[in-house]
């Protein structure tokens, strides 16, 4: 395994205590959730979107975004500083993905093409004929009942800007991803550089996975047994510093940028927003199906907005008024 950030941690040690100290996430929670809302701050309920969502206030600052060591996607590592936003403290679920529809009678690129990605039992991915985020493994791999609170899944970069839309939010950007994501660390994961053995921080290709697949051709979490080998109910694992949940594994989520591999060399310092224009929409934060390398926190993924699969979701986030 590789420690991305090992070498810039030293350095930043100063700044990103100061930033730790000076960030401290305000939770918004539903008006009857007034017992927290009053030891939180009240002021921030009224700024929940439309589908009821946890939000948490990310305050402005700055950090450095990319690694030193990486990927050639990551590099340079860059200083980056950021207005204020909140972001859902979870990723979307099926159960509010399903209101979204309920209300606006929206139709999803699988539903409309009649398939979607999944990674299949035999350990291979494949476009699967009737696969939809109310069914991503359509018939031809493991399913279960009862995924309301796991995250919506097989939905495209398209599904997750119009649920956000939707909801008087919107994705978020991958610096605001990564910022979040950080949460004031500036190791290789926000929980350390190390692999976290008996903490249960996030859904990552595990032990439990390996069980499931023997026979995957990639290298797992060794010794780490999170319990899912797809993906788990939202919320089943340790916040980042930031009170944030699954921002590292479970599903890889949407953000609003179009991808650039040479992006970081060009970005400007305050609030990047990605190319004008692409191929490809970035996605960030790794999965269940994630190996060690792709679980860093400055790890970069990238699909085409019409690309929908079983590891695939997203989380909104919006702008204070
Ligand atoms: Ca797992
Ligand atoms: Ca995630």
């Known amino acids: 395994m590789r420690h991305a950030a090992g070498t810039c941690r030293s350095l930043l040690s100063a700044s990103v205590l100061v930033m730790a100290l ?49 990927e050639a996607d990551e590099i340079p590592a860059h200083r980056v500083s950021l207005e204020a936003f909140y972001l859902d403290r979870d990723e979307v679920t099926n159960q509010r993905f399903h209101r979204f529809v309920l209300e606006t009678g929206h139709k999803t690129t699988a539903e409309k093409e009649g398939k979607a990605w999944a990674y299949a039992l035999d350990n291979k991915w494949r476009e699967v004929k009737g696969a939809t985020w109310r069914q991503p493994e359509g018939n031809e791999t493991e399913s279960w009942p009862d995924r309301d609170e796991h995250p919506v899944v097989s939905v495209s970069w398209y599904d997750a800007e119009a649920y956000c839309r939707w909801a008087g939010k919107r994705l978020p950007t991958e610096a605001e991803f990564e910022y979040a994501l950080r949460a004031g660390t500036q190791a290789t994961y926000w929980w350390g550089d190390r692999n976290p053995g008996w903490r249960r921080v996030a859904n990552i290709a595990d032990e439990a996975h390996k069980r499931t697949s023997p026979d995957r051709p990639w290298p797992i979490m060794s010794g780490y047994d999170d319990g899912y080998a797809r993906t788990s109910p939202v919320g089943s694992f340790e916040p980042n510093p930031w009170g944030l949940h699954d921002m590292t594994g479970n599903v890889l989520e949407w953000t609003a940028d179009w991808y650039g591999q040479d992006y970081y060399g060009r970005s400007p310092r305050h609030n990047p927003t990605g190319p004008s224009d692409g191929d490809a929409k970035v996605l960030r934060g790794s999965s269940g199906y994630s190996e060690p390398r792709n679980v860093r926190s400055a790890t970069r993924a990238s699909a085409s907005p019409t690309r929908r699969s079983d590891n695939i979701g997203f989380r909104c986030a919006k702008t204070p008024e």
Do not use: N, Q
């Open 22 to 70: 000076g960030h401290r996430p305000v939770l918004a929670e539903p008006p009857d959730a007034a017992g927290l809302a009053a030891r939180t701050g009240a002021a921030h309920a009224t700024l929940l979107g439309k589908d009821g969502a946890p939000m948490v206030l990310i305050h402005a600052g700055d950090f450095m975004m990319g690694s030193h060591d990486g």
